[in-house]
């Protein structure tokens, strides 16, 4: 809600050199409140109900490896390493590159994944993890976003959810255990 706020502030203060106008007019603050929360019932309803073995792979991913919509996004299947159980997430938040764990339950969803995309032909040798309908594009955000709302939806959960829940809820189950 202030976004416009700024950009009237500039407008007056620079182009027309009236920064007067707007000199009274402050700043909303907008209290944050606590996130939402699934439990692990809850969790594994959502994941049943996604629409398809990619989806349940993704957002299992997302949870599992508390990886961000753009993250899993842009994964490709030589981000994989099954020997050291970690995933290489390149150009994260920030830009940064990092490691992710892979648990042993989430790297057999992501070999039983990849044994169904590249037996249907719809992923390369070395392309994205989870390609979009061509198999040179990779599955979008909004692509990730619609499936976890429809999969809220067929589970029946009455919370908010996104893809930013899954990718939090490490965080917040370590923050209200201790």
């Not at 007067?20 to 959502?46: I, Y």
């Not at 993704?58 to 990886?67: F, Q, R, V």
């Amino acid at each position: 809600p202030n976004a416009p706020l700024t950009g009237r502030k500039v407008f007056f203060d620079c182009p027309l050199d009236r920064a007067e106008v707007m000199r009274k007019m402050q700043p909303v603050h907008v209290p944050h409140g606590l996130p939402v929360v699934l439990s692990r019932d809850e969790v594994a309803r959502l994941i049943a109900a996604a629409p398809n073995l990619k989806y349940r792979a993704a957002l299992s991913l997302a949870y599992g490896a508390g990886l961000r919509a753009s993250e899993v996004a842009a994964l490709k299947v030589t981000d994989i390493d099954g020997q050291r159980m970690v995933l290489r997430i390149e150009q994260g938040k920030g830009q940064k590159d990092r490691y992710a764990m892979l648990p042993p339950l989430l790297l057999e969803l992501l070999r039983c994944w990849w044994r169904h995309a590249h037996g249907l032909g719809k992923m390369l040798p070395n392309g994205w993890l989870f390609p979009g309908q061509n198999p040179i594009d990779s599955l979008s955000t909004r692509q990730l976003n619609r499936a976890i709302h429809e999969a809220a939806y067929a589970a029946s959960l009455d919370k908010r959810v996104s893809m930013h829940t899954l990718h939090h809820y490490v965080t917040h189950l370590t923050m209200y255990t201790h």
